[in-house]
């Protein structure tokens, strides 16, 4: 068989269309948005490489949509992160959640975390920096989003990249960070953690995090905190004592009622704060 070269597969992959195998739903409040008044389905944005698949969802009618970039957990672009997707266009968002492992494996058909993880592990963190930057600007150019109303939210492995984001492109106007990684072990892959560039941060980016987070120790919350003291962003970090890791997904067993929709709530209002 004729090997496919690494440009021919991005350009034909393709997104998740339901839960990724290793977390199928369990939960019996798994939240389903409807795509009514929305326009809502794959895309492909243009990255140094080739292409990238993404799932897209904004409103129906004609506008310059303020623009929120949703990073997606280890799982990938599934239909959670599909779904929130459409849960910002409802709002009258222009929601864009880019597949950022696509070079490396597709995750959605793995059905174990251990088999994730080695994928993940190889991801760089330059090349999603780079990707976010062709999202957003696919976003402005083809998707009627608006430059000066960019967001950006992240969970798990977004919830770091969303940091890190934030660090590197200067023109987003806010972040949501939900349950990311603060701190670790640094590689060639990925130089930097959050709390090395959490004294320098200027985008104000609100950290939402569970007191019962096994992996993220509650020391490194407040190390991330002490940084942020002295950066000019305003940056905020919310803990929910009660909460376990991956608190707001829905389809898992680790769902909160409560605290999830207390920090979609903050959400809304932390975006709409910072003028997005």
């Known amino acids: 068989m004729k090997e496919v070269t690494r440009r021919q597969f991005i350009a034909t992959a393709t997104l998740a269309t339901g839960f990724a195998l290793a977390v199928q739903p369990v939960s019996a409040k798994v939240i389903t948005t409807d795509t009514k008044g929305l326009v809502a389905g794959a895309v492909k944005i243009p990255v140094q490489d080739g292409e990238i698949p993404a799932y897209r969802a904004m409103p129906e009618r004609s506008g310059n949509f ?3 970039v949703v990073i997606h957990e280890i799982f990938g672009v599934h239909e959670h992160i599909q779904d929130i997707c459409r849960r910002f266009a409802k709002l ?13 494996g597709d995750v959605s058909k793995l059905t174990s975390i251990e088999e994730i993880r080695p994928i993940v592990d190889k991801v760089p963190d330059a090349q999603v920096l780079s990707d976010l930057d062709a999202t957003v600007d696919w976003g402005v150019k083809s998707a009627k989003g608006n430059a000066n109303k960019l967001g950006i939210t992240g969970f798990c492995w977004g919830g770091r990249i969303t940091w890190l984001y934030a660090g590197h492109n200067p023109k987003v106007k806010a972040g949501v960070a ?18 090395d560039i959490g004294s320098t941060l200027k985008v104000p980016i609100l950290g939402l995090y569970g007191g019962q987070d096994t992996g993220i120790p509650q020391d490194s919350v407040q190390q991330m905190r002490d940084r942020l003291k002295s950066s000019s962003s305003k ?38 704060q910072h003028g997005v």
Not at 92 to 104: D, H, M, S
């Open 66 to 68: 303020p623009m929120i």
């Open 92 to 104: 009258g968002y222009l929601a864009i959640a880019p597949e950022l492992f696509v070079r490396q």
């Open 178 to 195: 939900w349950y990311g990684r603060l701190v670790g072990n640094t590689t060639e892959l990925m130089p930097k953690n959050p709390i």
């Open 235 to 272: 940056s905020e970090i919310i803990v929910y004592p009660d909460a376990p890791h991956a608190f707001f997904a829905d389809y898992r067993p680790s769902y909160r009622e409560k605290d999830a929709l207390d920090g979609w709530q903050r959400l809304k209002t932390w975006f709409k």
